[in-house]
């Protein structure tokens, strides 16, 4: 629990509401809702895109019209009415900084308030921000350092204007534009989003990290995020998020697509605290993401994720095990309160000789939530010796929430060896009572039997994250046990 | 004229010769809109994703079969627990068949549905129990159309019936292509104990398609113990249905030993209405060829301090495909519940397939649920130290594919059955392991 105190947390129960629900006024160039070609066209322009791209939204919007959204999902809501969405705002204060000092100092105040201190940032933790602000990256640090390696690091836009070749080979490949509703959308009116390239054989001398927030009302994020590792590399790279509280239903639907070539490894990590909804269920972020990853031969793809917010959850990090000797990897908490529902888990999908996978999965349900995992490892008639070990542990809360299991498992090649196991379970009462008559109080008590349930997963974050989701755990879960 | 529209106005033909004011027409003419609504299931249907009926459906089936073809006794004594006395209640061609039966009213009753459908001293019972436990999906409903005779098992109060009863239904190949639809209901009452032994068994090579329906309803403290042995001719499918209904404190266990026919479909689904009750699901499934088995569970946990357990073992050869698609459901107020699903299975060819999903649903904190499911081979490791000690290539490997099925075979009651069981797995790995486990 480290520096977290006794006092830090009656803090906390004070401003329990949430705490990063402020809303910052920044004059923003914000499209009508609705969408349709013309929109596309004009988002389209509005980056100054070169024509391929273009074409290429219009097609993935082609296609979105044609398909339906998906119900299969253990969630319920109320679908999103994709025409009263305004599917482009951007800061319209956008001049190319070179130092902090030059941001607009209202946007500086936000992300302070948020705990992000670019300054405190670059000098302590190593870690190069590109800060997406409704959609828009206003500020890159790091960026030199990178260029010195060769690593390209920008915004996605940056990327299509800047580095067409790398973007127009790789985007797409690994979530094509028609393979889901929420991808297909995605294609079509990408905003913003991070790219990333590190060369052959480089490895990245830092943590790669995003900050997503949403904070228009009622514009959609649709977030765009490519990161390729070329032969030998390696790059770690993270993701946070915030969004402030709205009462109406806020979209995300974003795509990532990690590219690993030959030997190298990308490790993705995810803390998504975005807003959950009122106690009553109200409001809340949806948040439906595709998240796919590639691996050639001795690649390694490590997708580690800590889920406490959203109202709904749609999320699937996936590997293609593609090459000979490639690992995928799948550390995942998922934490539910109230009204939460969260339908998440991945796919391994083992096409290559060798290939093994890790799932490890733990749901968290309390209150009147809803947590699923659901997963599928498939091995392919031509993956020789392939090895998958999936383990599944819910915990549950109160009698009010649900925890689901729907795993898939299709093994087409004799010599797989794959291995499933689920528990569920409650926080027992002989472990809170002997923490109780140790002088531990039960919201505490709580508090230490969640984070050794979900230790395994934690380990997995980097330094600064974990201390981070640590925090947030227990902010999720408070006052969930009467 | 495809097979739902060929059942439809067959449908239509049958429905004139029903008894005018039995109580089931309604449920009858019901379960035919149902079908007719929705048809055969697809693969689009998640329950149906691994197992298509589409090539099945494409035979042109004969629905209703000629008259009772004899058959002698000692042509089909095999397929009986011959050495042992049993009540059995035997069908040809899905008609009754009082030759080979050997049935009772004797303080139970073994007899058929028929009967109990259509005299007025069981009417009662029909009244209460018929079509209860079933779920209207569109096979179910096929099947309560067309439903015209199976197995009519009562056993009253504190009855412990001292031989096992066998249920078999024998296709004569008479018929160039035939599609039966057996309905079996069967009650064990309170403290009542029951062993059954249910089996299909196609004489020819002719195509069989057979649709069953069972449902069981165990009583307070009743016991039941239910075998299905599902090792029929490549050119016959299955489709079967049970639904087990249980009061409270009742034990009820089903074991499934699929080693035959062509495509076999087993949805067993449990409702636990009481406190306490037990729940034994257990399976051995041993497939080559192109054979294609599909275990499809549902256990569902509504009341509190229940067990269940599951345990399917599967060994797919040459290119037959296995599914296991469990499903733990336990409700709000199912606190205490101890369930446990197990699923392992071994793929010894290239081109065996095996698709699993072991499902839970939980709703209560306060219980105790776990799911194992595991793919694999033969370990190596055993397998060299067998062959170090003289053992064969081929009998090292089926002592080891026993040894895999044992934990299943181990908790079948009837010693004969045992025996007969384990005689079907040496022939089905071809070979004799001059032992019995």
Redesign the interface.
Known sequence: MGKFTEDDLKKELETKEYEYGFYTDIASETFPAGLNEEIVRAISMKKEEPEWMTDWRLESFRHWKKMIEPE?ANVKYEKPDFQAISYYSAPTTKPKYDSIDEVDPELLDTFNRLGISLEEQKKLAGVAVDIVMDSVSVATTFKKTLAEKGIIFCSISEAIKEHPELVKKYIGTVVPQKDNFYAALNSAVFSDGSFCYIPKGVRCPMELSTYFRINQAGTGQFERTLVIADEGSYVSYLEGCTAPSRDENQLHAAVVELIALDNAEIKYSTVQNWYPGGKDGKGGVYNFVTKRGLCEKNAKISWTQVETGSAVTWKYPSCILKGDNSIGEFYSIAVTNNYQQADTGTKMIHLGKNTRSTIISKGISAGKSQNSYRGLVK?S?RAENARNFSQCD?L???????????????????????????????IGEDQIFYCNQRGIDTEKAIALIVNGFSKEVLNKLPMEFAVEAQKLLEISLEGSVG | MNLKNKLLSSYIAYEDHLEADSPINDLKSKAIKIFEAEGFPSKKQEDWKYTSLNSLLKTDYSLSPRKDHALEFKDVKRYFLHDIDTYKVVFVDGVYSSFLSETTHDKIDVCLLSAALSKPKYQPVIETYFNKAAKDDSLTSLNTAFAREGAYIFIPKHIEVEKPIEIINFSTGNEAALMLQPRNLIIVGENAHVQIIERHQSLSENPVLTNSVTEIFAEKRAYLDYYKIQNDNETASLIDTTYVDQQEQSNCRVHTFSFGGNMTRNNLNYYQRGERCDSTLKGITILEGKQHVDHNTLVNHIEPNCESHQDYKGIFGDSSTGVFNGKVVVEKEAQKTDAFQQNNNILIDDKATINAKPQLEIFADDVKCSHGCTIGQLDEEALFYLRSRGIGQKEARALLMYAFANNVLESVKIPELKRRINKLIATKIGVNMGFDL
């Open positions: 299969w091995i008639p819910s549950l809360m109160g009698n009010q929430c649900g925890a689901h299991t729907f795993p898939y498992i299709e093994a087409k090649n004799k010599s797989a060896k794959i291995e499933h196991e689920a528990t569920t379970s409650k």
